[in-house]
């Protein structure tokens, strides 16, 4: 089978561009061909709010054929849209409610009525998070459930060695409105000089994986997510998480179970969830120990592969 993947962003931290580099991956060891369609081999107008529609443009001059044009959000359909074959969107959140956080209700808005037009382009849609998933199915389109995952065994190599840091905090991400991290940065304040603050963005993922795996706490504060990566890499990593109660992270944490949520924005509450959890270390491997055995269980890659194999032959096999 000949694939295409498109997707703005390809490899490095973000929770998409390693979904997509993953997935090619994978399909590659399942014997079949990929196409990467991205920024790191197309053209774009380097300015924030040109560069994914800049980048969808010139995706459209791409026209080599595959039998399976796979597009991750909704960007991504305008090229797939142009292309010869079957066509599966892959949606990483809600879109329109995104774009309206980011820009305002007026561009919200807007968005919204290109989302209904581009899932209509689409032969099958797959969200990431059971949250997306029934935002889209109240909207009235067919969506299937197909979760982010990883390669536990290979975070498990890579964390062989790696000693967590006592008092040492970990956040991945963009420091943007939507991730929270003025959050991050008012709890921190109200914490004992003690504590170490990382951030990690655009660094090499394997380097990114061996920090998660020194810190003693990630830290996802978000004011909106679908179904973050950088919680499943912390779960097999053993490092304790603390996130936000948005989008599909209650689908990972169960409150006090296999890590800690809090209500998005409350940095009071943030701060003293990084207290307790730090200062208790049969507490950290209570559930660190419980979030290691939900992932490989549920969101190892080697049991989503499958799941998006058999939408790409009920795909092919459409009329």
């Known amino acids: 089978m000949k694939i295409k993947l ?17 997935l090619s991956e994978k399909l590659m060891e399942r014997g079949h061909e990929v196409l990467i369609v991205s920024a790191k081999n197309t053209p774009y107008i380097p300015v924030k709010n040109l560069k994914n529609i800049s980048w969808a443009l010139f995706a459209c001059l791409n026209r080599e054929r595959a039998d399976v044009i796979h597009a991750h959000n909704l960007p991504s359909m305008i090229p797939a849209k142009t292309m010869r074959g079957k066509k599966v969107l892959s949606i990483h959140g809600h879109y329109s409610s995104q774009i309206e956080l980011l820009h305002g209700k ?33 909207m009235g389109f067919k969506v299937e459930y197909v979760p982010n995952a990883i390669d536990t065994a290979r975070i498990e190599d ?12 970990i956040y991945v991400g963009r420091k943007t409105k939507e991730k929270g991290y003025d959050t991050l940065v008012k ?16 660094k090499p993922w394997i380097e990114a994986i061996k920090l ?15 179904l973050p990566t950088v919680i499943l890499e912390a779960f097999t990593s053993g490092t304790a ?13 169960e409150d006090g179970v296999n890590g800690f949520l809090f209500k998005p924005g409350d940095h009071v509450k943030l701060a003293s969830l990084i207290e307790q959890v730090s ?10 120990n419980k979030a290691r055995k939900r992932v490989k269980r549920e969101y190892d890659w080697e049991l989503v592969i499958d799941k998006y194999l058999q939408i790409y032959e009920g795909c092919l096999n459409k009329n």
């Open 6 to 22: 498109i997707s703005p962003t390809f490899g490095g931290t973000s929770g998409v561009g390693r979904h997509v580099e993953s």
């Open 106 to 138: 007026a561009l919200g808005r807007i968005m919204s009525l290109y989302e209904k037009k581009a899932l209509n382009w689409a032969d099958n849609i797959t969200c990431i998070s059971k949250d997306t998933t029934n935002i889209y199915h109240k």
């Open 158 to 169: 890579l964390c062989k060695n790696v000693e967590h840091k006592k008092r040492r905090l």
């Open 187 to 202: 709890a921190f304040k109200l914490l004992s000089p003690n504590y170490e603050l990382i951030t990690v963005h655009s």
């Open 212 to 226: 998660i795996a020194s810190s003693e706490l990630l830290v996802l504060p978000s004011l909106m997510e679908g």
């Open 241 to 253: 998480v603390i996130a936000s109660n948005v989008g599909g992270v209650p689908e990972l944490i």
């Open 279 to 288: 200062k208790d270390e049969n507490l950290r491997e209570s559930i660190t």
